[in-house]
DNA sequence: ATTTCGGTGATTGGATCCAATTAGGGGGCT
DNA sequence: AGCCCCCTAATTGGATCCAATCACCGAAAT
């Protein structure tokens, strides 16, 4: 019977994921490690090495001999990341359409279930969590893994943000909606009417997240 | 007098960049923690942050329990890193014709002497660093750090491989002379030429490297 | 009163040490 | 003879420990 081999090392990474997504580590605060690491119940040693990658994500930044602080996200910031999800999810997008199979389609339909019912239960975690999967299950489809990679960096990097998105009723029903045109338009093959779909579901995304940055 | 404090964690991760790009660390190969960490005259701990850097950039891979290996490059890798350069290339380039300013110019032009300088030299190293300092000042100008950074990753990626680029004297010759054209619609704030000439320089220089790798 | 200097405590960065897992090889069984 | 299993060695992953740096605070001097 396999007692299942723990990577405790990945297991820091997404506790730290979740702090910070939950604002439990707030933008520009310090971390302090040892604090982390007793909190984690592990040494400081994978916890650096979860930092690093998360610095290289630029979730945090790192001052020398100062430690690593949650980093912040300007408005100017958030509208380069969408500029440049906007630029790499067309190009994703496209290539999704031309591979996409009827077998592909299904997963994806079911996945966007998955993000119906996360939705009816409201919890904010778990919608931010399916939308996830439903989204990169469509650009994983271009085969592009590089491609795939750069856009979960700048997804991670607006995370924090994006969930406030998620806390708005309306904006929940809205992303349904936009779901099943995005399904329509990708069973179509219809590469132009899936890309555009895509460009408005980033468009009410960013309005509402700079509006709550702005404030 | 200061000293000056180094910071011994970017000194490793710079040898170990040049470990690699230098090709004394080969593609596939493992890398033995205990080893390296002689060689640097360091110990595991700094190496293992700096690794972790270089996997997030792709540049390594790791495999639980059993180490870090070089990444391989295959041939369609290295059309997907190009067709992604290409992309976000287009995207800084535009952005950096629409904000240049004349002291950049010069500053740039400075740098194209440097590279003809190491080119005069004929060390490949020297080369590819200065390259890849006028590349970048351009990008810059972008005004979009994101932006910049992710492009920092992909050239990262196949440094290996475009070093082989500059060892062929031919080549050596022909990118100076596409540098200047560069420098030419950059001056004239043409925003389309300037494009066009990236585009056929990283056309020549991902046919060379293909070729390569393909043998 | 304000500014500057020095000391002390806290926190990071790096080294050493220990446990856990994997790969490789030799021996035994079928 | 071939295959499988177990045992050992090597290497990684994680914990603990030590040194170096920075921030904070108070005191003294202008």
Redesign the interface.
């Known amino acids: 019977m396999s007692v299942k081999?723990l990577?405790t090392?990945e297991e820091v990474l997404t506790q730290l994921r979740v702090e910070i997504l939950t604002g439990r580590l707030q933008p520009g605060q310090q971390i302090v490690q040892d604090a982390l690491a007793e909190k984690f119940g592990v040494s400081r040693?994978p916890l650096?090495?979860a930092l690093?990658?998360l610095?290289?994500?630029?979730q945090v930044t790192h001052h020398?001999h100062r430690g690593y602080f949650v980093a912040e996200l300007s408005i100017t910031?958030l509208h380069?990341?969408y500029?440049?999800r906007a630029?790499?999810e067309r190009?994703a997008v496209t290539a999704a359409v031309a591979n996409i199979t009827d077998r592909d389609l299904l997963a994806i339909a079911e996945l966007a279930t998955q993000v119906r019912k996360a939705t009816a239960t409201g919890e904010v975690l778990a919608i931010t969590a399916a939308n996830r999967e439903f989204h990169f299950a469509i650009f994983e489809l271009s085969e592009?893994?590089?491609?795939v990679?750069?856009l979960r960096?700048?997804w991670d990097?607006t995370d924090v943000y994006r969930s406030v998105y998620f806390a708005q009723a309306p904006n929940r029903e809205r992303i349904l909606l936009e779901h099943d045109e995005i399904l329509n338009a990708l069973s179509a093959r219809n590469v132009a009417r899936t890309v555009r779909w895509h460009d408005t579901h980033r468009d009410n995304s960013v309005a509402t997240v700079s509006a709550v940055i702005s404030s």
Chains 1, 2 share one sequence.
Request: hydrophobic share 35%.
């Open positions: 081999t990577p090392q040693v650096r090495e690093k990658i610095e290289g994500e630029g020398l910031d380069e990341v500029r440049l630029l790499l190009e592009m893994p590089r491609l990679r750069l960096q700048l990097s």
